[in-house]
């Protein structure tokens, strides 16, 4: 594996998230025509709205009656993520993802990790939480999550200012240092949970090629859903759960190339070839 190759993924998603919220600063303080809004709601180019779905699920939930481009913009969303991109905004897109993956660096760097993988949450708790936000969107006839969200209060803070924000990113970076591994993005977050629901169809995968794996598991060690990983040194084949946020950081690391990105129906025809 090429060392310059080693971080690829990582640099090109910390360029996304920049540019997305420096994008949305720019429409919002001076006017820039790309992007303005938030990542619940904005317009791209002027012309096409884009919605958090799970926002609209909650908004809907507790009774709330929507603009037709509120849900156009949702639907687009839907459309890109669950065909194509994957759980790719919570590795890509959200702005929390950084402070997570710090945190789990330096867990990693510190040795703190160890047996944190499953302890207190199970990752099944996310989709427990989903379920909950949206019972108690309609119970109170608000959107419970985005009232609490972290991921919202750091996006907000970061494009309008910072206010207690910061006690609620401080707080997820401390989970996930000293608690539990991923614990808010990989056990917890609500968002991510709806985005691993719509993601099972998507196209691109991350491909694994047994005959070139060593078995190292260099992959398992920085991947942030690292069960997703079971076809690693046993088969080849695509990761296709959807709690997949298509980070690339298995691939980075890998110095067999034995893993790489392919279309689904590329992955799928390769599977049936090798084992």
């Not at 969200?149 to 970076?173: C, I, K, T, Y």
């Not at 598991?217 to 946020?245: A, F, H, R, Y």
């Not at 392919?262 to 025809?269: E, I, L, V, W």
């Amino acid at each position: 594996m090429n060392n310059s190759n080693s971080r690829r993924y990582l640099v090109s998603r910390r360029v996304v998230q920049l540019v997305v919220m420096l994008l949305l600063m720019g429409g919002n303080y001076w006017g820039w025509p790309i992007l303005k809004g938030n990542l619940s709601q904005s317009m791209l180019l002027g012309t096409v709205p884009l919605a958090d779905p799970f926002a609209v699920l909650q908004l809907l939930a507790a009774g709330g009656l929507l603009a037709g481009n509120v849900l156009l913009g949702s639907l687009i969303t839907v459309v890109f993520y669950g065909l194509l991109g994957g759980r790719t905004f919570c590795a890509w897109v959200c702005p929390l993802n950084p402070v997570s993956d710090l945190a789990n660096w330096l867990a990693r760097k510190l040795n703190w990790n160890k047996g944190q993988t499953n302890r207190i949450f199970h990752r099944f708790s996310r989709f427990v939480v989903l379920i909950m936000a949206l019972v108690l969107s309609f119970i109170l006839g608000i959107a419970a999550f985005e009232v609490i969200s972290p991921v919202g209060m750091l996006q907000r803070g970061l494009v309008f200012g910072m206010g207690a924000g910061w006690l609620a990113v401080l707080a997820v970076f401390l989970f996930d240092l000293a608690v539990q591994r991923n614990g808010f993005c990989g056990h917890l977050c609500p968002l991510g949970a709806f985005y691993a629901t719509i993601s099972p169809l998507s196209l691109v995968r991350v491909q694994h090629e047994h005959h070139k794996c060593t078995s190292c598991m260099k992959c398992l060690k920085v991947c942030p859903e690292n069960e997703i990983l079971e076809l690693v040194g046993q088969v080849s084949g695509s990761v296709l759960d959807g709690v997949c946020t298509n980070c690339g950081r298995c691939i980075e690391v890998c110095p067999d190339d034995a893993l790489h990105f392919a279309f689904r129906k590329q992955a799928m025809s390769l599977d049936s070839g090798g084992s």
